[in-house]
């Protein structure tokens, strides 16, 4: 689980990243800093990207759990609502890519 965990570390990053530079409404030069700390967590969440979709089709139902807890764990976007909506698209998609792999064939 270790290359979804990375992936979803540089997503909930750029999340929080765009979340901090919207709360006053306009993206500018300043919210660059902001966006640095994502943008270097981008080449370990990219390097193993051919790994996940064999990872999420692995995923027991504690390891589900357990991603869904580190994401809301890590999530740290200002608006409330969002981070809600947030974390209930992840639960579909993960359920949704856990239902889609249930059907392909095995070996």
């Given at each position: 689980?270790?290359?979804?965990?990375?992936?979803?570390?540089?997503?909930?990053?750029?999340?929080?990243?765009?979340?901090?530079?919207?709360?006053?409404?306009?993206?500018?030069?300043?919210?660059?800093?902001?966006?640095?700390?994502?943008?270097?967590?981008?080449?370990?969440?990219?390097?193993?990207?051919?790994?996940?979709?064999?990872?999420v089709e692995g995923l027991t139902q504690e390891?589900?759990?357990?991603?869904?807890?580190?994401?809301?764990?890590?999530?740290?976007?200002?608006?409330?609502?969002?981070?809600?909506?947030?974390?209930?698209?992840?639960?579909?998609?993960?359920?949704?890519?856990?239902?889609?792999?249930?059907?392909?064939k095995k070996g």
């Amino acid at each position: 689980m270790k290359e979804l965990k990375e992936a979803v570390s540089f997503g909930v990053a750029l999340g929080n990243a765009l979340g901090k530079s919207l709360e006053d409404g306009k993206v500018d030069y300043a919210d660059l800093l902001t966006l640095w700390e994502p943008i270097t967590k981008a080449p370990d969440a990219f390097d193993g990207a051919s790994k996940i979709i064999a990872e999420v089709e692995g995923l027991t139902q504690e390891q589900t759990e357990e991603l869904v807890q580190f994401i809301k764990g890590e999530f740290d976007i200002p608006q409330d609502e969002i981070e809600i909506k947030v974390e209930a698209a992840l639960n579909i998609v993960l359920g949704v890519m856990k239902f889609v792999s249930s059907f392909k064939k095995k070996g």
